[in-house]
């Protein structure tokens, strides 16, 4: 198993700009997760999803959206890139989002490093 | 709202010694408690995690406490190593499925 990946690596943008972080498992996970990750500073959830088709927010979603086609893959959408939205973003997966019984381990992908100037 | 806080910042120890790493939380209705582990660059590695029902969890070298009516969990790491080094987050998973991260504790161990 690959477990998550994300592509790309590193990529520049200007303002305004738009892209689509990619985001794939081959875990047959139910939730995935979009975090993005400032300098000194722990992960913020920006975006979940509980299965193909349902998505929803997290704690700092304004500038970003989200898809869920299939289980696979969760892609972040920057459709207005700004400078605030420079970052690490990782993108991480479990196979249940918790319940009575306590939360799964969420697995996550490498991320990826975002500059907007 | 729950915030995650992780003390100390950063800490340096010789190789050998055992060391203590807190992470303290506001609001103790969570569902587990996270402990990663983050090299440079790179993205994060599950090292422990203990379920709201547990009190602890060990894997070889590393033991994680949790203490829900405190707000408290340790992170153990016996007879460290240079290898060790890394930064070191704890994240609380909330009952909605949301999870927050402590901005860490980056630590160093001298060979």
């Known amino acids: 198993n690959a477990g998550v990946t994300q592509t790309p690596k590193f990529r520049i943008l200007k303002i305004g700009q738009s892209m689509t972080l990619q985001c794939t498992q081959d875990m047959n996970h139910n939730y995935m997760y979009w975090y993005r990750q400032d300098p000194g500073m722990g992960l913020k959830l920006i975006y979940y999803?509980?299965?193909?088709?349902?998505?929803d927010k997290g704690e700092v979603p304004n500038g970003y959206n989200v898809s869920r086609s299939t289980t696979e893959d969760f892609p972040l959408r920057l459709e207005l890139a700004a400078p605030s939205q420079t970052s690490v973003y990782f993108c991480?997966?479990?196979?249940?989002?918790?319940?009575?019984?306590?939360?799964?381990?969420?697995?996550f992908g490498p991320g990826t490093r975002l500059t907007v100037t | 709202k729950q915030e995650v806080t992780q003390i100390p910042a950063a800490l340096s120890v010789p190789e050998g010694e055992n060391l203590v790493l807190n992470c303290s939380f506001t609001d103790s209705a969570i569902y587990n408690l996270q402990w990663f582990r983050q090299d440079p660059g790179k993205g994060l590695t599950s090292l422990l995690l203990?379920?709201?029902?547990?009190r602890e969890q060990t894997s070889g070298r590393l033991n994680a406490s949790l203490d829900k009516s405190s707000g408290r969990s340790t992170l153990y790491i016996a007879a460290s190593q240079p290898g060790d080094s890394a930064t070191y987050l704890c994240a609380a998973h909330l009952n909605n499925n949301d999870m927050r991260f402590g901005a860490g504790t980056r630590l160093t161990v001298k060979p």
């Open positions: 991480a997966s479990s196979y249940d989002g918790g319940g009575l019984a306590g939360g799964p381990e969420q697995y």
């Open positions: 203990i379920q709201s029902s547990q």
């Open positions: 999803s509980v299965g193909a088709g349902i998505t």
